[in-house]
């Protein structure tokens, strides 16, 4: 089992910055893959950004370039740095990991961006 709890969410103008936290506790060795994903009023909910054990990082082609993911391992907490932001990234934005031998998803509450124009 796994909880994380996100912060950072907020309201802010275009172009400007925002950076997500997520920490991790309970079983976290058997994490596997952490992420971000953020669902719009109407939308589904789609991948921002991944980074594993080893690493290894990816961006949707929406947010590459202005988003970077990164982790502090020591502190189990994965972070989302989200610049140039646009009104189109306004979404509620959910943390989730990737969890023992089948990747169960856990997920974060959420927490808002909303980003104006």
């Known amino acids: 089992q796994v909880q994380l709890v996100e912060s950072g969410g907020g309201l802010v103008q275009a172009g400007g910055s925002l950076r997500l936290s997520c920490k991790a506790s309970?079983?976290?060795?058997?994490?596997?893959?952490r992420g971000w994903y953020r669902q719009a009023p109407g939308r589904q909910r789609e991948l921002v950004a991944t980074i594993t054990n080893g690493g290894n990082t990816y961006s949707a082609d929406s947010v590459k370039g202005r988003f970077t993911i990164s982790r502090d391992n020591a502190k189990n907490t994965v972070y989302l740095q989200m610049n140039s932001l646009k009104p189109a990234d306004t979404a509620v934005y959910y943390c989730?990991?990737?969890?023992?031998?089948?990747?169960?998803?856990?997920w974060g509450q959420g927490t808002q961006v909303t980003v104006s124009s």
């Open positions: 309970g079983d976290i060795f058997s994490i596997n893959v």
């Open positions: 989730n990991a990737k969890y023992g031998p089948i990747n169960s998803d856990y």
